[in-house]
């Protein structure tokens, strides 16, 4: 079982940097896969960055690619995504997720089944 409760979101102008953290609670019986999901007001959920515990394989959404850098601190079970050079249509909200990982796939094939209640993200121009 796990527990998931984001932080660090806010307001940013263009251009700048923000890192959101997801505080996890719990232990794992299995290899799962951590990510960052954001959903803007009207459009569908879309996943951002993903961590692969078995061995820390990272993967990328296009549009985060170069600009965000998803980790994670296993000494206090931490999810950090450091989000720089912010655009317009980053705005959302931010959830991390936790799902197990099937086998031979890639994180993004996971069943999430463990959410946390969001942080918001807001960049102006």
């Known amino acids: 079982q796990v527990q998931l409760a984001e932080s660090g979101g806010g307001s940013v102008q263009a251009g700048g940097s923000l890192r959101l953290s997801c505080a996890a609670s719990?232990?794992?019986?299995?290899?799962?896969?951590l990510a960052w999901f954001r959903q803007a007001p009207g459009k569908e959920r879309e996943g951002v960055a993903a961590?692969?515990?078995?061995?820390?394989?990272?993967y990328y959404a296009d549009s985060a690619k170069g600009r965000f850098t998803i980790s994670h601190v296993h000494a206090d079970n931490t999810l950090l995504l450091q989000m720089n050079s912010l655009k317009v249509e980053d705005t959302a909200m931010y959830y991390c997720a936790a799902g197990r990982w099937t086998y031979g796939d890639t994180c993004w094939a996971a069943d999430f089944g463990f959410w946390g209640q969001g942080t918001q993200v807001t960049v102006s121009s």
């Open positions: 961590h692969w515990t078995g061995d820390g394989t990272k």
């Open positions: 719990g232990t794992t019986h299995s290899t799962y896969c």
